[in-house]
């Protein structure tokens, strides 16, 4: 069955029924952080960072401002303020044929918006 990749993740951060991602990523999908040097590679640690930072930024005024899309790729833009801080980043999506997400890249601007989130990401996938 083919998915409409997009669609679905919407829908996921709209209802917040994050158990749902199981279903959109690929098996061997693969996480690029913004903040992590190696990339974070399997459905279960994709999933692990994506609900991370849906936490995190489900907290503050987080919103998707552009999209481009073009075959099985999209590039999400998106802004936030978290703590008085601006936050502006690119979710860089990747599916296959399916429709499952197999690469999901993260990349944030300015500098003081990445070493915020990098701290803020870790107190979440630590549990704090």
């Known amino acids: 069955m083919i998915i409409n990749t997009l669609e679905v993740w919407h829908r ?28 974070q590679a399997g459905k279960v640690l994709v999933s692990q960072y994506l609900s991370a930072a849906f936490h995190l930024f489900s907290q503050y005024s987080f919103t998707y401002v552009r999209e481009i899309v073009s075959g099985n790729e999209a590039v999400l833009e998106f802004e936030a303020e978290i703590d008085g801080l601006y936050v502006n980043g690119v979710d860089v999506i990747t599916w296959n044929d399916e429709g499952k997400i197999i690469d999901f890249k993260v990349m944030l601007r300015p500098l003081k918006a990445i070493l915020l989130v990098q701290k803020k990401m870790l107190a979440q996938l630590q549990g704090e």
């Open 12 to 39: 996921i951060l709209e209802t917040q029924r994050l158990e749902d991602l199981n279903n959109l990523l690929a098996d061997d999908a693969v996480f690029h952080s913004p903040v992590m040097h190696t990339p």
